[in-house]
């Protein structure tokens, strides 16, 4: 199983991003795929999970109007759409995906891919 971020990079705040989270090795169809971040000295936090059926939880209340998350299963990729995005985004953000199918708030997740870097500047 491997999973690849990207589109990460430096935005003023009030800007957008999209990140992509690309994935191979797995049934792709089948599975909840979600998004974390991991700011500058803090812990790694979850952001928001689609479901295999395209349904959004969000983990971060701060994000919820500004975020959202969108899975293309004839590409096998994930995309997280990231507006008006504000300085506390700052963060490297992380894609992963779980070893057994489950909705997004039952599921652990278990294969990770490497990180893309988003800043945000005032």
């Known amino acids: 199983v491997q999973l690849q971020a990207s589109g990460g990079g430096l935005v003023q705040a009030g800007g957008s991003l999209r990140l992509s989270c690309a994935t191979s090795?797995?049934?792709?169809?089948?599975?909840?795929i979600s998004w974390f971040r991991q700011a500058p000295g803090k812990e790694r936090e979850g952001v928001v999970c689609?479901?295999?059926?395209?349904?959004?939880?969000y983990f971060t209340d701060s994000v919820k109007g500004r975020f959202t998350v969108s899975r293309d299963n004839g590409k096998n990729t994930v995309y997280l759409q990231m507006n008006n995005l504000k300085p506390e985004d700052t963060a490297v953000y992380y894609c992963?995906?779980?070893?057994?199918?489950?909705?997004?708030?039952?599921?652990?997740?278990?294969?990770w891919g490497q990180g893309t870097a988003v800043t945000v500047s005032s």
């Open positions: 992963a995906a779980p070893k057994h199918h489950g909705g997004c708030p039952y599921v652990t997740f278990d294969y």
């Open positions: 689609i479901s295999s059926a395209g349904g959004l939880t």
């Open positions: 090795g797995f049934t792709f169809d089948y599975y909840a």
